[in-house]
């Protein structure tokens, strides 16, 4: 497994939200549109612009895959013990052949299912896209814990391991191949099929899916915001609005404009003494009057101050 090992050096250099990506890719294989979803998030976070949701990164790390082997075989003999996986009943074994073809089979709802998922999960098969579930019939059961006992045999040792949802599975179970639909990779070019070096699809869909589908979505976004300042010409002048206005753009601090937009008390009982003279029902007839009024008052101002002297 050096090229996943060569991936796995390769992905640290990335951007964190590419090694989540990396990592999806490698435990699925499609991505969701909810991967997508969290990929965006995640992408916006590593610019500065914040997720409501809080999501944190997981890169791709050792754990995810198969551990490097001792030269020495190891067989699976038996899988057993599940504990709070769906409604298979405790205590069951699962034995396997040490040479040849096991075959499992069983009727719907027999349990096959879930034993392949913890499987695919103990094992760090590529595709983890299912996860293993408790018994959802059963409300007590849903807080629990799927774990199960794998016997193996490490060249003529034999030893048991246990697996447990949650916790990084056994490096000794990392070295045994799981492979069903989900798990293949198959590459179509002209009719033909073509290989492709386990893992380097990765890489693949890295580029060709996730950074391509990201930047679709993130060109359809910034294509959407608004960013004509024609409704606020009638602002523009040497006040200090009109200059802010005359210079809007990214970088233009929110509190600057948070500042300029609040309003003192001064200021708006201002506008109310305004609105009340503007809704007076003959405004040049309330200023005559009030013109009026004032050379009243003056002319009374002369005679007091003539008959004080």
Known sequence: MALLNEILSWSTTLPVWQQDAVRR?????????????????????????????????????????????????????????LQHVNRIVSGQTLTFSPTGITVIYGGNSSGK?????????????????????????????????????????????????????????????????????????????????????YGMDIVVNLADKV??????????????????VTPFNHLLGQTTVGKLIADLSHETNPTEINTLATLSEAEISRIAELKAVLSEADPKAKAEERKLSA??????????DTAFA
């Open 25 to 81: 890719l490698f435990l699925q294989e499609d991505l969701t549109q909810q991967d997508y979803d969290d990929l965006y998030a995640l992408l916006k976070v590593a610019h500065g612009i914040p997720d409501s949701q809080n999501r944190q990164p997981i890169p791709l790390a050792a754990e995810h895959l198969p551990a490097k082997t001792t030269g020495a075989t190891i067989v699976l003999k038996a899988m057993r013990d």
């Open 211 to 228: 950074i391509a589908k990201l930047s679709q979505r993130l060109n359809k976004e910034t294509s959407g915001i608004n960013v004509d």
């Open 295 to 304: 050379e009243r008052i003056k002319d009374i101002a002369v005679r007091v």
């Open 113 to 197: 299912s879930g034993y392949s998922r913890v499987l695919k999960r103990a094992c760090r098969a590529r595709d983890q896209a299912e996860d293993v579930l408790t018994d959802a019939t059963n409300p007590a059961e849903q807080s629990s814990i799927p774990e199960a006992t794998f016997d193996i045999e490490i060249g003529t040792t034999p030893k048991s391991v246990k697996w447990r949802r949650g916790t990084p599975s056994p490096d000794e179970l990392s070295t045994i191949a799981v492979f069903d639909v989900h798990c293949a990779r198959a590459y179509l070019k002209e009719g033909e099929a073509a290989y492709l070096p």
